[in-house]
T-cell receptor, first 117, second 114 residues
């Protein structure tokens, strides 16, 4: 079973529109971390945010915001007033408690965002 | 601030050959990781290392070998390459000793096996 599901494979928006990337996760652990990464066309992976399971406060960083809801096991990412430079593949990831052998770091399959000028 | 350097950036080899992908970090981070990225699978963990001389298997370790004789280096070796190992490989490290999740990634190695 997928630990992290990003149901949106590809999204296209027109510049200046807002866009939300969905992420649903699955875990039985009470302690875990959630992440978002950006992979632009150049290929490198850029860390965006880490959130632990005890902190449900939403976070805003410039045009980026994240909505963490444990009740729905979701950690959605919104880009406000999108720009062409936001075009990239975005990955959501989950890390479970490492004290249990075998628990690791799980990436979703990514959402490819294209911002049309 | 060089960060994480992977080499080579691109590699083409033949099935059955041994190939080693290099990863070097300049921060002395304790944790290092190797991932492969394939369409439809996202990133999958191959191996990770908690410190020098300590390594452990990830989700897809078969066909790969790692070593960590020095904190700053974490090479990944394909002992007998197969076509299914054609992929993009990312090395990563974590920023804090108690932080076991990768945050910093290298630029990737694109490996093609013919």
């Amino acid at each position: 079973a997928q630990k992290v599901t990003q149901a949106q494979t590809e999204i296209s928006v027109v510049e200046k529109e807002d866009v939300t990337l969905d992420c649903v996760y699955e875990t039985r652990d009470t302690t875990y971390y959630l992440f978002w990464y950006k992979q632009p066309p150049s290929g490198e992976l850029v860390f965006l945010i880490r959130r632990n399971s005890f902190d449900e406060q939403n976070e805003i960083s410039g045009r980026y915001s994240w909505n963490f809801q444990k009740s729905t096991s979701s950690f959605n990412f919104t880009i406000t007033a999108s720009q062409v430079v936001d075009s990239a593949v975005y990955f959501c990831a989950l890390s479970e408690a490492w004290s249990v052998p075998g628990n690791q770091f799980y990436f979703g399959t990514g959402t490819s965002l294209t911002v049309i000028p | 601030d060089a960060g994480i350097t992977q080499s080579p950036r691109y590699k083409i080899t033949e099935t059955g050959r041994q190939v080693t992908l290099m990863c070097h970090q300049t921060w002395s981070h304790s944790y290092m990781f190797w991932y492969r990225q394939d369409l439809g699978h996202g990133l999958r963990l191959i191996y990770y290392s908690a410190a020098a001389d300590i390594t452990d298997k990830g989700e897809v370790p078969d066909g790969y070998v790692v070593s960590r004789s020095k904190t700053e280096n974490f090479p990944l070796t394909l002992e007998s390459a197969t076509r299914s190992q054609t992929s993009v490989y990312f090395c990563a490290s974590s920023a804090n000793p108690e932080d076991r999740q990768p945050q910093h990634f290298g630029d990737g190695t694109r490996l093609s096996i013919l």
